[in-house]
């Protein structure tokens, strides 16, 4: 995969996101119907806080030489951060401008600084190429258990992820 791919990849990420939760009511969105325990609302917002970190990383690593990249605790942010009662809507708008400003970024590097990395605390050594792909992943895995919860809800919409986009 190319560089441009996906960058690509990454910012489109945004509009899936967006479309993934078309049409749901605020008890869809707080409905726990599986796969998996938490909520549309705190996957949505989860996949939000997850991007904020990532574009704190991704931005350390372009920037710093060798950062260390801090590990969080994803329940302890669910269940300390009030998830639940976030509105997904304005979650999702703000996971689309960050995908979409750190894409503008990353297209401003040459393609040799998608080798420079930093050192994750928990998977250590990291780089700008590996990161970007891992957010992109990070979605695409999270939107295989919205849509599974869209269908049980009896709310199915065409499951869309970011590898169609190749």
């Known amino acids: 995969m190319t560089i441009d791919v996906l960058i690509d990849r990454f910012e489109n990420g945004g509009p ?12 869809h969105e707080a409905a726990r119907p599986g796969p998996g325990s938490w909520s549309i609302a705190e996957l949505v917002v989860h996949l939000l806080d ?3 970190v990532g574009g ?6 372009i920037a710093e030489e060798n950062p260390t990249l801090l590990a969080y605790d994803e329940n302890a942010w669910l269940s300390r951060l009030g998830y639940q009662d ?6 999702v708008s703000m996971f689309v401008a960050n995908r979409r400003w750190i894409a503008r ?7 040799s600084d998608f080798a420079r990395a930093g050192n994750h605390t928990e998977k250590g050594r990291l780089t700008l190429a590996e ?5 992109v992943g990070h979605l695409d895995h999270h939107l295989t258990f919205l849509y599974a919860k869209r269908g049980n809800l ?5 499951p869309r992820y970011s ?4």
């Open 16 to 27: 899936l996101l967006a479309y993934s939760i078309t049409n749901l009511s605020r008890a």
């Open 50 to 52: 997850s991007d904020l």
């Open 56 to 61: 704190d990383r991704i931005k350390r690593v």
């Open 86 to 91: 976030l509105p997904i809507e304005e979650a």
């Open 105 to 111: 970024i990353l297209r401003t590097l040459p393609e």
């Open 131 to 135: 990161l970007v792909l891992g957010y």
């Open 154 to 158: 009896g709310m199915a919409v065409y």
């Open 163 to 166: 590898y169609a986009l190749e």
